[in-house]
């Protein structure tokens, strides 16, 4: 039973390093096309998120 839950530790481990990582690149990526994407692209993208969503933006 101990070899099971030494298992089952390593890989929770390695699957919370993996999400971690995972997180790291997308939260990179983000700031990275925000960073040297136009103004008025991430206004109109913006925009256009909250129309599909139904909320009110005007």
């Known amino acids: 039973m ?7 530790a390593q890989t929770s481990v390695t699957d919370r390093l993996m999400a971690a990582v995972i ?3 997308i939260g990179v990526s983000l700031v990275y096309t ?3 994407a136009n103004a ?3 206004h109109n993208a913006a925009h256009d998120w909250r129309h599909a969503h139904n909320f009110p933006c005007h």
């Open 2 to 8: 101990n070899a099971l839950n030494t298992t089952l």
């Open 23 to 25: 997180a790291a690149v």
């Open 34 to 36: 925000a960073g040297f």
């Open 40 to 42: 008025s692209t991430l």
